[in-house]
């Protein structure tokens, strides 16, 4: 009977239909297998070009200088570092990570086999100019690179003459599946050095060119890493050279390699996520309390209508004529302190300003009452003005964290204060720093309001790509009916809703606490264990939220779970951001101790 069943299958239309569904499923299966458990790879190479040496030497410059620089960095590698030769090249290398330290001229033979290496699934490391020039010197563009990262180059950024030269500050975005290394939107100086940086256009870019103030310009025009995974290899671009290193005076390029390096590895990297639940990245949405007080229930408006809660930095000599309309904003929004009169703080002689500043509480609590007062934690200096004495008297009346502005910090994430290196995170004041363009910003540049809008929105989109923490400020005679800023914020708002998912819109205090909150995690990376996360909570604990982003080795090849090594801990939620990043998320509230899981692929 069985024997009869396999004929008639075998002469059946559907036979090799079915035959041909078996081997695509155990093919699928197989490869999903291998893919799964990659081999991290070992060996680096960094290239040394002859005619790129001799090129640079005939006008006055040294190759080997920038070579110099990747020698130093590959140096605890050991054994796993080769520097190689065009002979090497030429004739083939095992599986690594090559790196191209701006090699900006290779001849026709050198391409081929850069070529190679990359389609038999090599990693590749390329920076600036490399392959701009031919075997015999001449110009021939930037064609090898483009189709090497499948990316356009769109020229180099301003040159010294321009007005916008300051443009040559790198922007990583933080929580990348290879910018992890550095903060979100770390302000990385690059120098106004001869190998003017390279600006790029790809689907897949790791940092962007901001000008100090982060001006949002168009986006064709700041792509400054881009990265690309091809089949079994990996590639990424640096569109600066090796010279910038020497103006990165808190070592954060080096940082910034070392995820890029594990990326290029293959390697399973873990990491503590900046924000909670998952989130990408946190808005904060506020308005300076001044001047025709009586707006803020139009910002308030727009702010509910979107299901968005904000913060509202009251001068207090203000507030205390309008305690109504005080009390009732206090009932869907948080309320702080922005002094009690418009006059900055900064240099001010200690009894000054903790005359000042006790005359603002005193104020408040007529306002808002004895018992409101203590939920009044959050500070906005008038004309973000404000210096370290202005924090340790803040702090001493129970406020807890400052909204500062761009120059207060070179990351786009809140920090701790170091006004009192004594203290630890859990007394110590935390700043969060403004470095999105507030309404003085827009109504200076004297834009109409389309253009407004267009440039507030591209704001928020840096922001978010950014992983960072935005802060829109607006001042409350600025929100007059029919002035610019009640034109374009609502649009941003709708914007802002649509993100929610991944945006964490909170006040100010949620996100100093939970600032506060995240550094009782403490990750500790386990050698050889790059599948396990092992971490510590410290005192108090009562941690809920917490986040660890994980770098897929594959794309698209993510943990299928995610197992406690001992114990009866509780077990993150497992879930894909993108094809090269997964996160776990613990919902549960932590309490002190130390939490240990290996990922199963």
């Not at 036979?15 to 041909?20: D, E």
């Not at 301003?158 to 040559?168: A, F, G, K, L, V």
């Not at 939920?375 to 909204?403: H, Q």
């Not at 299928?560 to 801990?569: D, F, H, P, Q, V």
Request: hydrophobic share 40%.
């Amino acid at each position: 009977m069985v024997v009869n069943f396999l004929q008639r299958l075998a002469l059946s239309r559907n036979f090799w239909r079915i035959i041909s569904s078996v081997l695509l499923c155990l093919t699928n299966w197989v490869h999903a297998e291998s893919a799964a458990t990659p081999v991290a790879l070992e060996s680096v190479y960094l290239y040394s070009s002859p005619i790129t040496s001799a090129f640079f030497g005939a006008n006055g410059a040294s190759y080997d200088s920038l070579k110099q620089r990747w020698r130093e960095y590959f140096r605890p590698y050991g054994k796993a570092f080769h520097e190689i030769s065009r002979a090497n090249l030429i004739a083939g290398l095992k599986p690594g990570v090559l790196v191209l330290g701006s090699a900006a001229l290779l001849d026709e033979q050198e391409r081929k086999a850069i070529t190679l290496f990359a389609d038999s699934g090599g990693s590749i490391l390329v920076t600036w100019g490399t392959g701009v020039r031919d075997g015999r010197g001449q110009w021939a563009g930037y064609g090898f690179i483009e189709g090497l990262l499948q990316m356009k180059v769109n020229g180099k950024v301003m040159s010294d003459d321009n007005t916008e030269r300051t443009t040559r500050f790198l922007n990583p975005f933080g929580d990348g599946p290879m910018t992890w290394g550095v903060p979100a939107g770390q302000r990385i100086f690059l120098g106004e050095v001869a190998e003017t940086p390279i600006r790029v256009e790809s689907p897949n870019l790791a940092a962007r060119y901001f000008s100090w103030e982060r001006y949002p310009a168009p986006k064709d025009s700041n792509g400054a890493i881009a990265y690309l995974e091809k089949k079994d290899s990996r590639r990424v671009y640096f569109g600066f050279s090796e010279s910038s290193w020497e103006y990165d005076e808190r070592i954060e390029i080096p940082n910034l390699i070392d995820s890029v390096m594990a990326w290029l590895k293959h390697e399973t990297s873990i990491y503590k996520g900046a924000w909670p639940n998952g989130n990408s990245s946190a808005q904060l949405v506020e308005m300076d309390s001044e001047d025709k007080y009586s707006n803020a229930f139009d910002f308030s408006r727009d702010l509910t209508s979107n299901n968005l809660r904000g913060t509202f930095y009251s001068l207090t000599s203000v507030a205390r004529q309008h305690r109504p309309a005080v009390e009732k904003l206090s009932e869907q929004h948080e309320i702080g302190y922005h002094g009690e009169v418009h006059v900055g703080f900064k240099g001010k002689t200690v009894d000054a300003q903790n005359k000042r500043l006790n005359v603002m509480v005193t104020e408040m609590r007529d306002t808002v009452g004895t018992r409101a007062l203590a939920a009044v934690t959050g500070f906005r200096a008038p004309t973000e003005s404000w210096d370290s004495n202005t924090e340790k008297i803040l702090r001493k009346l129970g406020v807890r964290y400052n909204v500062t502005g761009p120059s207060a910090s070179e990351g786009r994430l809140p920090f701790f204060s170091e006004s009192e290196p004594g203290l630890n995170t859990e007394d110590v004041m935390v700043g969060l720093p403004r470095t999105q363009m507030d309404d003085l910003n827009y109504l200076g540049l004297r834009l109409n309001a389309a253009k407004a809008e267009e440039l507030i929105l591209l704001d928020f989109d840096y922001f978010r790509e950014a992983g960072a923490l935005g802060v829109l400020s607006v001042h409350s005679q600025n929100y007059e009916v029919g002035e610019l800023m009640t034109k374009i914020t609502p649009p941003y708002l709708k914007r802002l809703q649509q993100y929610r998912d991944g945006i964490w819109t909170a006040s100010g205090h949620e996100i100093a606490d939970w600032w506060r909150s995240r550094d009782r995690v403490v990750y500790r990376p386990v050698k050889g264990g790059d599948r396990s996360l092992v971490f510590d909570v410290r005192a108090p604990g009562n941690v809920k939220g917490v986040t660890f982003f994980v770098a897929h080795p594959v794309m698209d090849i993510l943990p299928k779970s995610i197992k406690a090594i001992e114990g009866n801990l509780p077990i993150p939620e497992l879930k894909r951001v993108d094809a090269y990043r997964s996160v776990l998320i613990f919902r549960q509230e932590l309490k002190v101790g130390r939490y240990a899981y290996s990922l199963e692929y």
